[in-house]
């Protein structure tokens, strides 16, 4: 059984017991396959291939974070909202050594900023008022996974001065604990300010700017691959057709202006 046996048979009970133990096995490999199928299908999911789009700007980006993704090194994802920063934190995990373990995604803005050390941290019992049980936080979730904070530079100083000693030693210390906690956690951050003139303000703090960005990806804005957009307008259009159960054939074609715009004349009649 140690070396992995699934069951075992005694003397006396073989006949009766031989179904069920078989019938056993054969489901628990059932839901390995299944599971193994699912995990695929997530993966392809949220992979670069998955992602919409041949604008130049996308790719350029796309070949940025395939280089990187096969490797540990923190990443600073750099757009504008909506620019899809998160599905190419969900890709990296995806391309990285570390599928299998958890991705953990912390939208630092949707937090109050009391409660965002906390979570992020964990604490232990008696930390504070209301701490009546050791609490895991969610770097220790992500543990041997990938950690993506989204909207980084939402951080309080004195949580980034946390988070620079994770990425220095992959250690923190939890509220009201005197011991510090290891953790073995990719970091993948995400913002849509200019956290290097941040940094020169005083709003953020520099040394933890240069140690997220060792490696900047600029995800472009939907502005920067105007092409991309009948794609993405007949994907969504499929998607949200499939979820009310219509049927859609498609878009009608957009119709060009009968005249050109003048300097005199911004608009023209359609």
């Known amino acids: 059984m140690k070396l992995g046996a699934f069951d ?39 992979s670069f291939e998955s992602m919409i789009g041949e604008a130049p700007a996308l790719r350029r980006a796309q070949h940025l974070a395939r280089q990187v993704a096969p490797t540990d090194s923190t ?5 504008p909202t909506g620019a899809g920063k998160e599905l190419f934190a969900q890709a990296l995990h995806e391309a990285s050594g570390r599928r299998s373990k958890p991705f953990v995604a912390v939208n630092c803005s949707a937090f109050p900023k009391d409660l965002l050390e906390s979570e992020l941290f964990g604490y232990k019992k008696g930390a504070f008022t209301g701490a009546l049980t050791d609490k895991k936080g969610l770097l220790e979730e992500a543990n041997g996974g990938t950690l993506f904070l989204d ?31 290891s953790v073995n956690v990719r970091l ?30 600029l995800v472009p804005s ?4 105007a092409s991309d957009v009948p794609v993405l307008a007949g994907f969504f259009l499929q998607h949200f057709a499939a979820r009310l159960a219509k049927r859609l054939p498609g878009l009608a074609p957009i119709p060009w202006p009968r005249c050109k715009p003048t300097p005199g004349r911004a608009m023209c009649a359609s």
């Open 8 to 46: 075992y048979l005694t003397k006396g009970d073989f006949e009766q017991q031989l179904v069920v133990v078989v019938e056993r096995a054969a489901e628990k490999a059932r839901l390995q396959r299944r599971v193994h199928e699912l995990e695929k299908r997530v993966g392809q999911r949220h």
């Open 151 to 181: 909207e980084i530079g939402e951080l309080e100083l004195n949580v980034q001065a946390k988070f620079l000693r994770v990425l220095e030693m992959q250690q923190f210390t939890k509220l009201g604990d005197t011991k510090p906690t």
């Open 188 to 217: 993948v951050a995400a913002t849509n300010r200019n956290l290097k003139q941040e940094a020169a303000e005083g709003r953020f703090r520099p040394d933890l700017y240069y140690r997220l960005s060792v490696f900047t990806i």
């Open 75 to 79: 990443v600073l994802l750099e757009g």
């Open 222 to 225: 939907l502005k920067e691959r």
